[in-house]
């Protein structure tokens, strides 16, 4: 999964050195800041948005540590504590994001159409998403939605790629 990451963050690099990156990810350091921080050099910027204290803590503690080696004299890597449904309550203003980079995330919101939202709203004119997520080709029962081990697992909330496509109906 990382190898795919990386060919994405190696094409966005030649068009977006000192862009500023929104990921939206599970956690630090994980493959997608690692590389973002490097792609944005030290002017650039990297944001990432948890709702929970034990990620932003385990986010947080690396942070030094990849500054160091990457020669930086200042962090450029940001982490936020709030949900993806509501980026303005965590301060990102409306066209201020190059590129969002989502690595499995949507799935677990229960409300994708205002992640989407979000994301595009914080997007810049010509910015860019990327994301990779659990997918599903029909439309999950109830009983799966709502069972905290398969949500747990991210298939609970697979989006059916129908709603993706624009599709409201059912499998074709």
């Given at each position: 999964m990382t190898?795919?990451?990386?060919?994405?963050?190696?094409?966005?690099y030649a068009r977006r050195p000192s862009s500023t990156f929104f990921c939206i990810v599970a956690y630090y350091p994980c493959p997608p800041f690692v590389i973002a921080s490097q792609l944005v050099g030290p002017n650039g910027t990297v944001i990432g948005v948890d709702m929970t204290d034990e990620q932003l803590a385990v986010a947080r503690a690396h942070v030094?540590?990849?500054m160091q080696r990457y020669g930086y004299s200042k962090p450029n890597v940001t982490f936020l504590k709030g949900v993806i449904e509501d980026l303005l309550s965590v301060g990102i203003q409306d066209a201020t994001v190059d590129v969002c980079v989502s690595n499995c995330v949507l799935n677990l919101s229960p409300n994708k159409p205002q992640v989407l939202s979000e994301i595009f709203r914080v997007l810049k004119p010509g910015g860019e998403l990327y994301f990779s997520d659990v997918f599903c080709d029909r439309r999950l029962p109830a009983?799966?939605?709502?069972?905290?081990?398969?949500?747990?697992?991210?298939?609970?909330?697979?989006?059916?790629?129908?709603?993706?496509?624009?599709?409201?109906?059912?499998?074709?």
């Amino acid at each position: 999964m990382t190898g795919g990451i990386e060919h994405f963050f190696c094409l966005l690099y030649a068009r977006r050195p000192s862009s500023t990156f929104f990921c939206i990810v599970a956690y630090y350091p994980c493959p997608p800041f690692v590389i973002a921080s490097q792609l944005v050099g030290p002017n650039g910027t990297v944001i990432g948005v948890d709702m929970t204290d034990e990620q932003l803590a385990v986010a947080r503690a690396h942070v030094d540590w990849h500054m160091q080696r990457y020669g930086y004299s200042k962090p450029n890597v940001t982490f936020l504590k709030g949900v993806i449904e509501d980026l303005l309550s965590v301060g990102i203003q409306d066209a201020t994001v190059d590129v969002c980079v989502s690595n499995c995330v949507l799935n677990l919101s229960p409300n994708k159409p205002q992640v989407l939202s979000e994301i595009f709203r914080v997007l810049k004119p010509g910015g860019e998403l990327y994301f990779s997520d659990v997918f599903c080709d029909r439309r999950l029962p109830a009983a799966l939605k709502g069972d905290q081990e398969v949500l747990g697992e991210c298939l609970g909330g697979a989006l059916y790629i129908g709603t993706l496509r624009g599709r409201e109906g059912g499998r074709e």
